[in-house]
């Protein structure tokens, strides 16, 4: 296997390591695009989270190259798939149970675990899944923020015809009004950068708000004074958690939602007050396969994006270069990297 690994913050390398490709159940896939996302720049540019040496590239889009002997899993050589970004460890107590939605210690692509800036990977079957000819390659890179954003609505229990204000408008924020709209939700999409206020207007979402001191007078306006019971706070924004707390009404469920963990600082006071309920969200593992349909069936946009691409011979020097230059624009730290 060749590939690109962060060998230490701020420290790329070429890797050439042999991987056994021996166990049962399991495929051969050979990386086609990579995706690196935000989070792959903050692991470049040092996260405590991260155990280095590690490959980058939280997506990763490819095709079968070979099954394991006996395999009854239906795939089949030339097959394009998406292997999964985040894996169940098989080892906690949660995995034990056969709870693997809720494992405890989640292989993460490009954090705790290789990514996909390599030329091939070799997974079990129940790490992949297949891409249905309808779903185009550049579509397929965004499956994992897909799943993301059905668990959240999923998880707040979303209802038709219900507001719920998302704060922070990055590609995930837009995905996540998008579905809201296509599960015929009211989204209020709400950030203080004018260029995401644009994409989201772009996305079709019709109420965008400028993060002012307005705001919770517009919003209260739209929700008829009792502000909104569904709130999402991007966690990948840099707005102030304050806000989504202040736009929650009383006994409304807030939900942090976003690929990365970053050190937030959250207001009790105003949760206590209004008796918040939290909900924390941070892979969309178990609905891969429900946003694979989603995207299918054109629930979300991902061509509204301008996501830089270049080939795998000058990924090194590209992701030195975005990394000095991350922003909170919308598709700021994502590069796609062909590899073939
Ligand atoms: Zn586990």
Known sequence: MDGIQIT????????????NFDSIDSAKVIITKALLLREDFITFLGDERAVYPVIPARIGIGKISAVSAGDNSGFERGN????????????????????????????IAGKNADGFLRDFVVLENEDISLLPPSVNDYTALFID??????????????????????????????????????????????????????????????????????LEKSVAELTG???AKKVVYMTGSNLNSDIALKLAGEHATVCFAGFGTPSLRVNFNIALI?????????????NIDSAINLLSNGA??????????????????????????LNYDAESGMLIVDIL
Not at 149 to 161: A, E, M, N, R
Not at 274 to 286: A, H, P
């Open 8 to 19: 230490e913050p701020k420290k790329l390398s070429a890797i050439s390591k042999t991987e």
């Open 80 to 107: 394009r798939v998406f292997p999964h970004p985040e894996t169940a460890c098989g080892k906690c107590f949660e995995c034990f149970q056969g709870d693997k939605n809720n494992c405890s210690d989640f292989n």
């Open 145 to 214: 923020h897909v799943a993301m954003c059905d668990k959240v609505i999923d998880q707040i229990k979303l209802s038709k015809g219900e507001y719920v204000v998302i704060v922070g408008g990055d590609v995930l924020g837009i995905f996540m009004a998008q579905l809201a709209m296509y599960y015929q939700a009211v989204p209020i999409l709400v950030d203080n950068n004018q260029k995401n206020i644009e994409y989201a207007k772009r996305a079709g979402v019709y109420y965008t708000l400028f993060a002012d001191n307005k």
């Open 274 to 286: 209004k008796q918040l309920n939290f909900i924390c969200v941070t892979n969309g593992y178990g």
């Open 300 to 325: 979300c946009n991902p061509t509204l994006f301008n996501i830089p691409t270049v080939k795998q011979t000058q990924a090194m020097e590209k992701i030195k270069e975005m990394a000095s230059t």
């Open 225 to 227: 004074a009792r502000l």
